[in-house]
């Protein structure tokens, strides 16, 4: 299996893109095209547990657009073959000092492109040391 292979890794990083850009801008289209429309897609959030794209719609269409901004951190986009890969990113927000983002996404090349099947937002204390 080829790890990192430099097309699929691109897109996979094109597409990351569009989402943080998404996501800091409110562009619920955008957020929603980017996962994959099946009841299996889930997204366990820093405060909430959605199964299925049903619920992470409503999520979306009902988050506030306040406090969206957010600096990255260490993102490392991993591709196994030319269909898989994981993004994972830490993630800082300038109203919470002292405390840092995790975020985790499993994404999956489909025939009308890369989607997000797994997601998983957490936030922690900033570890010392």
């Known amino acids: 299996m080829e ?3 430099p097309e699929a890794l691109a897109e996979v990083e094109a597409a990351f893109a569009a989402y943080e850009a998404a996501l800091v801008g409110n562009d619920v289209a955008t957020l929603e095209a980017l996962f994959q429309d099946d009841p299996r897609t889930l997204r366990y959030g ?3 547990n959605l ?3 049903d619920e992470i719609r409503a999520f979306r269409r009902t988050r506030s657009p306040k406090g969206l901004a957010r ?3 260490r993102t490392v986009i991993t591709t196994y073959g030319r269909d898989f890969a994981v993004a994972n990113t830490l993630f800082r927000r300038d109203g919470a000092p002292g405390r840092i983002g995790r ?3 499993t994404w999956v090349r489909f025939p009308e492109g890369w989607r997000v099947v797994a997601a998983h937002v957490s936030v922690i204390d ?3 040391g």
Do not use: V, W
């Open 3 to 5: 790890i990192d292979n």
């Open 46 to 48: 820093a405060g909430e």
């Open 51 to 53: 199964y299925g794209m």
């Open 71 to 73: 600096t990255l951190e």
């Open 103 to 105: 975020q985790s996404q």
């Open 126 to 128: 900033e570890p010392q």
